[in-house]
């Protein structure tokens, strides 16, 4: 179901990686091996019927991620495991795997190995699970009513099992292993729950006769439609905030691509970090628009060439507040919607509109207040000229444990330490408000 795109990492496979892969397919072959004698005995029709419909699952996939996608295969490895136990369904999942990945869409090797063994441990699991909780004895018709905790179980055993061993690579890769769990958790939690109980449906009927499968096409067709729609929609919420983010730099010369500089600082420094790819993605996003609240502010004050009177003071630092609400009335960017109003905190508390301090600033807002602060320093506005990049890679340092947090603000300048240092002889306003 949950499947690993290694492609996206060119980078050499680290023998962690390696030797986890290796204990992957030490754990399958165990498991098929324990219930060899129930394999074979199995028909070698329903193990091809299986195959075959397993690897046209594998074939309808949606990226939920950068570094993963999620089939629809969990439905027939589901009811293979359910219906034929371990050693089938581990069987059928890596064979699926080898023709889906390997024969017909050409898969690096390293993506395709990785998979054979996390999808067979899977479906193998869940069908030990499933054996051992059923109340109908083995060999005998499944029942939906009587076997429904040993199915809610073994459901949820796969998408333990999937998702951990995701979440391990690409740990092992070089990703933190918690955030990427959580997220994948996340992300999958609508379409897994449409797909279990389509599997136990298809095996309660399969078991019947294995014409039922004909019924099913227009079933999987709905939830993969649904779930697709599902992931459209979370682009097309990213692209609807940053259109009307573009709205807003393109009113002012000054601030135009600004929201685009501030996003690529902001991936810069996440990477730097270590932020698992999912909460990059996310804060790139929030960077684009992280002056969304801006749309709603009088261009008298948001283009004035002189001081801001304390009252136009008040009505720009309105903007985060009222970008965060607005950015919230989006459902899927919920989380997005607190580093836009938080990006003007301060480390030390005395930043706006909540006057939140240290790491009750969420880190995505820590991290667009230093990109946004260097990219205002470092261009020019009706009010002054640019600053040197020096002077403000220097004001950054400054700042550090007074408005930014001093490890985003290291994670920023780090790649810069092979420029010659600068005397902080050149000065600027300490409380570096800049917006």
């Known amino acids: 179901m949950l499947r690993d795109r290694e492609a996206t990492r060119p980078e050499p496979v680290r023998p962690a990686v390696i030797a986890f892969i290796v204990l992957l397919y030490v754990a399958a072959l165990t498991l098929i091996i324990a219930d060899l004698p129930r394999l074979l005995q199995a028909k070698w029709l329903d193990i091809l019927i299986f195959v075959i419909i397993t690897t046209l699952a594998e074939l309808w996939n949606v990226a939920i991620g950068p570094d993963s ?10 009811a293979a495991a359910v219906l034929f136990g371990p050693a089938f369904a581990a069987a059928v999942a890596g064979l699926s795997v080898l023709a889906s990945d390997g024969v017909i869409r050409r898969q690096p090797l390293r993506h395709m190995v990785f998979n054979v063994a996390s999808f067979a441990l899977a479906a193998g699991v869940t069908g030990l699970v499933f054996d051992a909780l059923r109340s109908t004895p083995i060999g005998h018709s499944i029942s939906l009513g009587g076997d429904a905790v040993a199915l809610v179980a073994a459901a949820a055993a796969y998408l333990i099992v999937n998702n951990t061993q995701v979440s391990l690579v690409i740990n092992f890769s070089g ?21 279990a109980p389509l599997g136990a449906l298809l095996a309660y009927a399969y078991q019947a006769s294995p014409w039922t499968l004909l019924y099913f096409p227009m079933l999987v067709i709905v ?8 992931m459209t929609l979370r682009h097309e919420t990213d692209h609807a905030l940053v259109a009307l983010a573009d709205s807003i730099d393109k009113r002012d010369q000054y601030t135009y691509q600004h929201s685009m500089r501030v996003a690529r600082f902001s991936k810069e420094i996440a990477t730097h970090l270590g932020l698992p790819a999912r909460e990059v993605d996310l804060l790139v996003s929030a960077a684009r628009v992280h002056d969304l609240g801006k749309i709603a502010t009088d261009n008298r004050v948001l ?18 507040a009222e970008g965060g609400e607005l950015a919230g009335k989006f459902s899927m960017f919920r989380k997005g919607r607190l580093y836009i109003r938080h990006h003007h905190e301060r480390w030390d508390g005395k930043g706006y509109p909540d006057g939140l301090a240290g790491v009750d600033i969420p880190l995505g807002a820590r991290i667009i207040a230093v990109a946004d602060a260097y990219d205002a320093m470092t261009s020019d506005r009706p009010y002054r000229k640019a600053l040197p990049h020096e002077i403000a890679l220097a004001e950054l340092e400054r700042g550090a444990g007074k408005q930014f947090d001093p490890a985003v603000v290291e994670a920023f300048i780090a790649p810069q330490r092979l420029r010659a240092p600068v005397p902080l002889t050149t000065q600027v306003q300490e409380s570096c408000s800049y917006s």
């Open 69 to 78: 996608d999620m089939s629809l295969s969990f439905t027939t490895h589901f």
């Open 175 to 195: 990703g933190p292993f918690f955030h990427e769990w959580a997220s994948s958790f996340r992300d999958i939690g609508v379409p897994y729950v449409s797909m």
């Open 303 to 320: 283009f004035k060439q002189s001081s801001l009177t304390a009252e136009e003071r008040r009505i720009i630092n309105m903007h985060p």
């Open 223 to 230: 939830v993969y439609n649904g779930f697709k729609l599902f």
